[in-house]
């Protein structure tokens, strides 16, 4: 193309590609131009497992390649130059791009969570609703769910939050997400001053918790507490989990 708002972005995103050393990303050594086309011209990758894909499977479908690119793309804003905003115009692009296919409701999440990093809770949640409302039964919606209660324990809403993850226990998640949603009730009970209650939820979520350990030391901790009242306050979790 010859439009020049287009060749500026091409020769940016060149630059980007060529500034980058990592084991899963091809070399980009050179690009210049050959009468109408840019020719790239790239590290050797000799892959007996891209060949051995492409005789099992054939050749992928362009919009394959097209969500594979968006991912990469945004991947590279997001985590090589810490340009949040032009990560999440690669997320919605994919989304708008290709809205049927599951990669645009893991982008759709990507987005959720990518707002929770800035700290924005309330476009967090509207666009977890989006999510949720386009895709209600898909895991990517049951995360949303998750990160919408817990951007309302991040505000100190606890009853909002305690409300939306005895909701997500009612549906009977997965067992990985009901240990989830059990720990934070614990946290929720904890600083509501309830240390019963946030000692039964600690245990019913310690077998199938990511992180047993972190369980037993809140319960260990409640244990050596018994009779207690916990000081209130707002319970603030760690934060957001970081984007792959």
Not at 9 to 14: A, I, P, Y
Not at 115 to 140: F, H, V
Not at 191 to 208: D, I, M, S
């Amino acid at each position: 193309a010859q439009d020049p708002v287009s060749l500026k972005r091409f020769s940016r995103e060149v630059g980007i590609i060529r500034s980058l050393s990592h084991a899963n990303i091809i070399k980009l050594y050179s690009c210049f131009k050959f009468q109408e086309f840019y020719v790239l011209v790239m590290e050797y990758f000799d892959s007996l497992d891209g060949i051995s894909y492409l005789n099992r499977y054939g050749v992928p479908d362009v919009a394959d390649f097209l969500t594979i690119a968006r991912q990469t793309v945004a991947d590279i804003y997001h985590h090589k130059l810490g340009d949040l905003s032009a990560a999440l115009d690669e997320w919605h692009k994919l989304i708008a791009e290709f809205p049927s296919r599951p990669e645009s409701r893991a982008a759709h999440l990507r987005i959720v969570l990518a707002y929770l990093e800035l700290k924005n809770y309330a476009q967090a949640r509207t666009e977890a609703a989006a999510l949720i409302a386009r895709a209600p039964d898909s895991p990517e919606a049951t995360q949303a769910r998750l990160h919408i209660a817990n951007s309302y324990v991040i505000e100190g809403r606890l009853a909002e939050a305690v409300a939306l993850y005895e909701k997500m226990l009612a549906a009977d998640p997965v067992p990985a997400m009901k240990a989830l949603v059990f720990f934070e009730l614990g946290n929720c009970h904890e600083e509501l001053g309830e240390p019963a209650r946030a000692l039964e939820y600690f245990n019913e979520c310690l077998a199938n918790h990511p992180n047993p350990l972190l369980v037993q030391r809140k319960i260990a901790r409640l244990r050596k507490l018994a009779g207690k009242t916990p000081s209130r306050g707002v319970y603030n979790p760690a934060g957001p989990p970081a984007i792959p």
